[in-house]
């Protein structure tokens, strides 16, 4: 299908004008053109097959709250269209020397039976599911674990409304008690209607009940029935694979986005890796290293390693196999770390880096002192180390992605993995519902979201990130 556009309707452009003084790093320039008509400065391929171009960008949706599928900006032709577009999106910036239209890099899904079509009201027709997209409401499901505390925190931060869910009647109780107001439904992985009954009116779920080798497949199976969006913070791989396996047609033929791993183990690392590849289609090598001054590991976390028996997986020679990790080796990490000993680490981001970047070896380390950490039973959960809840626990986490003898490297610094796991998933679920993911279906982090941009909009408040 080939679709033109032409206009620059006066709100769009108001919309624009927001962004004028937030210039991003990935957004192109285009040639400048006299007037309004853009269709005759678009590259030929924005306007070929699948992709089409509208007003406004999807930085202009986001930063101006103005949803991509407002009917207003979304030309009838693409509204009708018979299946799901690519959308490129560029905007007019209201400069006083002519207009110079932009465009972002951007690839957005746009799903025409859920934009809001306002001729369709009324006429009996399903109205376009604009509700879906401005549906902020959020199941958690074990929403009284430490990671989902810190999750259920974040969304309200963002204006999210959360369900808190869970198994433990009791448990869920005490966690509705810390936050009045909120709606609590017991559900248990053993009872698909129960799971059903926590999702109703969500427009996406987050699941942090791990170990996720239990809890993932029937969270997504009921996700997939109630049409709704699933995200985890699962770092198991045997799990995260299975969903990558399992689920990958289905969410793909229900138009939802299912993002295992969205965490500080599998996402952050997946944004890091993709944010080093940049432009480069392929490299030799990609490596993660982590370092954490400490890890006092959560109940949970000692419950999945306790799960997850055995040899995992690592990807080398362009193949994912169970095998032994790379030998251990030295790594010279930023201040305040330094050189540091460290060994293999077998965690999701293998898996959903593999299932994106092109390139034949994926190695990933952590430094040696918080495993010997994690390996003492007697070591304790982690605790408060301030009011917001965060433990004094640092990290540096590194992705290097080689080509020849080129290296590229984008590197995250922050506190508590466990804290900086609710801004991860909490910005992944927010692009997610407002449908500004790059595709549906399983996803990786870097698969689905423009990796620089997300990682830019954790920083500075609850990380540091830095390319070199
Ligand atoms: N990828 C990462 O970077 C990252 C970061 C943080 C956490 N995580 C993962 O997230 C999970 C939770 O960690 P956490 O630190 O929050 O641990 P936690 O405080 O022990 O919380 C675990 C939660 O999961 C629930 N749960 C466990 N098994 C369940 C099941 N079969 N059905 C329903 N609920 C179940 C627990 O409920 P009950 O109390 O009723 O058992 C509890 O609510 C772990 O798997 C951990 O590895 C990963």
Redesign the pocket.
């Given at each position: 299908m080939t679709v033109r556009f032409s206009g620059c309707a006066g709100k769009s452009a108001r919309a624009t004008s927001a962004l004028d003084g937030t210039p991003k790093s990935n957004i192109d320039r285009l040639p400048a053109v006299g007037g309004r008509d853009l269709s005759a400065a678009l590259p030929p391929r924005v306007i070929l097959s699948e992709e089409a171009a509208l007003f406004p960008s999807v930085r202009a949706a986001r930063t101006s709250r103005l949803a991509v599928e407002e009917s207003l900006f979304v030309p009838s032709a693409i509204r009708r269209a018979p299946r799901p577009l690519n959308l490129i999106f560029f905007w007019v910036p209201l400069n006083p020397g002519g207009v110079t239209p932009r465009r972002s890099t951007e690839v957005v899904p746009f799903h025409p039976s859920r934009a809001p079509n306002r001729k369709m009201k009324g006429r009996g027709t399903r109205p376009m599911n604009s509700s879906m997209i401005q549906n902020r409401i959020v199941t958690v499901f074990?929403?009284?674990?430490?990671?989902?505390r810190f999750v259920v925190r974040e969304l309200l931060r963002r204006g999210f409304t959360p369900i808190l869910s869970?198994?433990?009647a009791s448990?869920l109780k005490e966690a509705g008690n810390a936050h009045p107001g909120l709606e609590v439904r017991v559900a248990?992985?053993d009872d698909p209607a129960s799971l059903d009954r926590a999702l109703v009116g969500a427009a996406a779920v987050i699941n942090?009940?791990?170990?996720?080798i239990?809890?993932a497949a029937p969270v997504i199976d009921a996700a997939l029935r109630a049409s709704i969006h699933y995200l985890d913070?699962?770092?198991?791989q045997a799990a995260v694979l299975t969903v990558f396996e399992r689920f990958a047609s289905a969410a793909r033929g229900a138009g939802v986005v299912v993002a295992p791993?969205m965490?500080?183990?599998?996402g952050l690392g997946d944004l890091l890796a993709t944010a080093a590849m940049g432009d480069w289609d392929t490299a030799d090598e990609i490596c993660i290293a982590t370092a954490l001054d400490s890890w006092k590991p959560?109940?949970?976390?000692r419950?999945?390693g306790a799960r997850n028996p055995g040899r995992h997986f690592i990807f080398s020679n362009n193949r994912l196999e169970r095998a032994d990790p790379p030998p251990a080796r030295k790594w010279n990490f930023p201040p305040p770390f330094g050189e540091q000993d460290v060994v293999g680490l077998a965690?999701?981001e293998t898996i959903t880096i593999s299932r994106h970047l092109q390139t034949p070896e994926i190695r990933v380390y952590i430094n040696l002192a918080p495993i010997t950490e994690l390996r003492d039973p007697k070591t304790p959960a982690p605790s408060a180390a301030d009011e917001s809840g965060r433990s004094s626990q640092t990290f540096v986490m590194e992705a290097i992605a080689r080509r020849g003898s080129v290296e590229r490297r984008a590197v995250a610094q922050g506190r508590d993995?466990?804290a900086i796991?609710a801004p991860i998933v909490v910005e992944a679920t927010h692009r997610v519902v407002r449908g500004l993911t790059k595709k549906t279906g399983v996803v990786a982090a870097g698969e689905a979201f423009a990796a620089q941009d997300f990682l830019t909009s954790l920083s500075p408040s609850h990380l540091s990130f830095e390319m070199q």
């Open positions: 074990g929403a009284y674990g430490h990671t989902a869970g198994r433990d448990k248990s992985v942090c009940a791990g170990p996720f239990d809890t913070v699962a770092a198991e791993a965490a500080f183990y599998g959560t109940r949970g976390t419950l999945t965690l999701a993995i466990y796991t």
